[in-house]
């Protein structure tokens, strides 16, 4: 099973993007879900967890203000708007998925499920 990104693209500092997640053909809303992205000669971070049981949300304190996460279970899909680009958020950007609660903690290792990644160029 894959998860698939989708929203990526090319935007000027200051811009704004809206990453998108969907898992077709099964059912996440008991996954806890995940932002993670890594930028060119440096290792994966985290960005952003949500939870299936609260929608409690976590976040890099790099992104805090700027981002939001979100879920829609009904469609089956997470999403990650990103407003106020720095040329520093450019990467590579990966969804998780995880029954666990380490994803909440920022944990990248030994997650259940992961999406293929969407490139996000921030222009300055």
């Known amino acids: 099973v894959q998860l698939q990104a989708c929203g990526g693209g090319l ?8 990453l998108s997640c969907a898992a077709p053909g099964r059912t ?9 992205r890594q ?3 440096k290792e994966r971070e985290f960005v952003a967890a949500i939870s299936w049981s609260d929608d409690s949300t976590y976040y890099a304190d790099s992104v805090k203000g700027r981002f939001t996460i979100s879920r829609d279970n ?3 899909t997470v999403y990650l708007q990103m407003n106020s680009l720095k040329a520093e958020d450019t990467g590579v950007y990966y969804c998780a998925a995880d029954l666990s609660l380490k994803i909440l903690t920022g944990w990248g290792r030994g ?3 992961w999406g293929q990644g969407t490139l996000v160029t921030v222009s300055s």
């Open 111 to 113: 997650l259940d499920y």
């Open 11 to 18: 935007v000027q500092a200051g811009g704004s993007l809206r």
């Open 74 to 76: 009904a469609k089956n």
């Open 28 to 36: 996440f809303s008991r996954y806890h879900m995940g932002w993670f």
């Open 39 to 41: 930028a060119p000669g």
